[in-house]
């Protein structure tokens, strides 16, 4: 038909108008766009790269590498310090100190993560220790300072300022300037407080146990409770620290009563007391006035009081309360306020500031730095003597307590006052350089040991010496507690061959009861001596242990049974515990078992309880065990008091 045309329905109707994209110029101002926006993209990442390099990987390094180098120099400032050499201390220490404030300048760099969530936490975390360092270093110093000046005089090396002169003018010299450096301790405290303060804000629990197997978060732990402890330590420390000066004899000589208590016949507070003797100390220079057997002192005394039970119980005919069975109480303290009493009656009373008590343990310890003595014509050795597979040295003073004679022998047990004398002579005789360090170290590992323990007239100076675990105390503890306690009411020395060990073993109930298992096993491999009264010389060491012996637990303790005591077991309070009282027999050639069972006063809070065990003083190398639901957890010889974590 005309005027109409064919519609084809496939065809696509023709565009009157034309896209952009369809048009050459605006597709290359497309890709134009895009490049443009991909540069801004690169720019972007390529800033926040560069910031990154700039602000945290390139001071992240530097910081690596500078703590790195502040490790090593610290490894090698403690190699000056076991070198013992206190000039090389103070210049490692510098340099420790110069290395560790380049360390926090690098640190300082990483600034701007403080201001990231997450990494802030270790960035400020890493500011406190190295403040505490800065301060830890800052106190190291001061100290080194004080001491460098009696280097000589402790035994160190170095230049000391007293050098020359005998061994005793130069400790009096020392003795004299003392007052001088003693303050310092107040500036040495006060720098471990500030480091003590920025470490205790380290949280451990920023460290999960999957980073580098807990360890990290166990280092930062025990880390807080070390610091926490020796800023404790220091503080009560401090009044022994300031008044040392003063009970050295400066400027007023101090007397002191020396008892000799021998463990070897084990009692409560180390050892029956045996001798004693009288010294002054003027500038530090040690006299002693007299020694002698502690049965001339104890004659003396006309008026006694009858024997405490135990004694009339279980000590034959011994019906007075004597000078030499006054350390009853396992407190030192309290043992020594007894003796005081009964001292003061005494016809050959001699007033002194203070007590000092030492047992065989300490002279060995002393006579293995300083060598053989001679005492009256005769050699006395640290070697082994078969006949007791000990000390010669013991052997022999034990041979002068223990021989049997027809008549009384005045000067029986005074020889410890003459061996004291002379090891005392042969230190002040030795090179300061060559023993006096090492014999210094030694009686400060005696008193950690309780080997030898002090009580002081002078309150401030008592405190100190509590402070450093020198006064022989039953203490308070938040936790569980033990503390065997025995005395050997037989005569002789069996504790010499006798060796013990302990087991404990917990058990924790569906209720959290804990019921506690004490197993106290004995064994003496040794033939019986000739003990018999009659016979003329006749040397009597080795004899039944008549053990009479209390265990220390916390208070409100339960006992649910026992086994090895011949008398029934008896349970009361004492020094804030719960005591378990009985009695045994060991005999030579023989083996003897003590077994406790009781209940602890509190139920289970945690996967770990805290157990303080307070060592008997005088006693040496008994091996504990722990186990917990019959699986073996610890094992430890016990020379010092403990304190274990025991998992529950």
């Known amino acids: 038909m005309d005027g109409f045309s064919k519609i084809e329905l496939n065809q696509a109707p023709a565009s009157t108008n034309s896209t952009p994209d369809s048009h050459p110029a605006t597709t290359k101002e497309k890709k134009s766009r895009v490049k443009l ?22 001071p992240s390094i530097l910081f690596a590498i500078s703590a790195k180098k502040t490790y090593a120099q610290a490894k090698i400032t403690m190699d000056a310090v076991k070198a013992q050499d206190i000039t090389l201390i103070g210049k490692e220490l510098k340099n420790t100190k110069d290395s560790l404030e380049d360390t926090q300048t690098k640190l300082n760099l990483l600034m701007v993560m403080r201001f990231i969530p997450g990494p802030n936490i270790y960035y400020n975390d890493a500011q406190h220790g190295v403040k505490a360092g800065l301060h830890a270093m800052d106190a190291a110093d001061t100290f080194v300072t004080s001491v460098e000046p009696y280097a000589d005089v402790l035994g160190l090396k170095g230049q000391g300022t007293f050098e020359g002169g005998s061994a005793e003018q130069r400790i009096e010299t020392a003795v004299k300037t003392m007052d001088k450096v003693t303050p310092k301790i107040d500036d040495i405290a006060a720098d471990l407080k500030l480091a003590d303060a920025e470490i205790q804000q380290i949280n451990p629990d920023h460290y999960p146990s999957f980073i580098a197997g807990g360890k990290i978060k166990d280092n930062v732990t025990k880390l807080k409770q070390t610091s926490s402890d020796g800023v404790t330590f220091i503080d009560e420390a401090k009044p022994l620290i300031k008044v040392l000066p003063d009970l050295l004899g400066q400027p007023d000589e101090k007397k002191y009563l020396l008892i000799f208590q021998n463990d070897k016949e084990l009692r409560p507070t180390g050892g029956f007391i045996t001798a004693y003797a009288i010294f002054n100390v003027n500038k530090g220079v040690i006299k002693v006035e007299k020694s002698d057997d502690i049965y001339v002192l104890d004659n003396s005394i006309t008026k006694k009081d009858k024997a405490p039970e135990p004694i009339l119980k279980y000590l034959a005919n011994v019906p007075q309360f004597n000078l030499r069975d006054s350390n009853m109480d396992p407190d030192f303290q309290t043992s020594m306020e007894t003796f005081r009493e009964i001292y003061d009656r005494a016809g050959q009373k001699v007033d002194v ?185 006749a040397l009597c060491l080795n004899a039944p242990w008549r053990d009479w012996f209390r265990v220390y637990v916390p208070k409100g303790s339960k006992l649910v049974d026992s086994s090895g005591s011949e008398v029934k077991m008896s349970t009361y309070e004492e020094h804030g515990k719960t005591v378990f009282e009985g009695f045994l027999t060991i005999r030579p050639l023989g083996i003897g078992k003590l077994k406790l069972v009781y209940t602890l006063p509190f139920k289970v809070k945690g996967d770990e309880l805290p157990l303080m065990i307070q060592k008997q003083p005088g006693t040496a190398n008994d091996e504990y065990r722990i186990k917990v639901n019959g699986r073996d957890q610890d094992k430890f010889m016990l020379n010092t008091d403990k304190i274990v974590n025991v998992k529950l």
């Not at 926006?37 to 390139?58: D, H, M, Q, T």
């Not at 500031?353 to 050699?379: H, P, R, S, Y």
């Not at 005074?414 to 060559?434: C, E, H, R, T, V």
């Open 353 to 537: 500031d203070g007590i000092i008590a030492i047992d065989t343990n300490a002279l060995v310890a002393a006579m293995t730095v300083l060598g053989d003595i001679e005492v009256n014509g005769k050699k006395f050795t640290t070697q082994i003597d078969p006949e007791c597979n000990c000390p010669q040295v013991i052997y022999e003073l034990e041979k002068e307590a223990g021989t049997r004679t027809q008549y009384i022998r005045t000067d029986r047990k005074s020889i410890i006052g003459d061996m004291m004398l002379a090891i005392m002579n042969k230190a002040f005789q030795s090179s300061p350089s060559q023993y006096w360090g090492p014999l210094m170290q030694t009686m400060f590992g005696q008193i950690a040991e309780k080997h030898v323990l002090f009580s002081l007239d002078n309150k401030d100076a008592q405190k100190g010496l509590s402070a450093v675990n020198a006064a022989g105390e039953i203490k308070p503890f938040d936790g569980d507690y033990f503390h065997l306690n025995e005395a050997n009411f037989g005569g002789a020395k069996s504790n010499l061959f006798t060796d013990q060990g302990v087991d404990m073993e917990y058990s924790v109930g569906k209720d959290g009861t804990i019921t506690k298992t004490v197993t106290v096993s004995y064994k003496n491999p040794y033939k019986p001596s000739n003990c018999n009264l009659e016979k003329e010389n």
């Open 37 to 58: 926006k991909s540069r801004k993209v690169y720019a972007v990442v390529g800033v926040i790269f560069v910031l990154l390099l700039v602000l945290i990987i390139i």
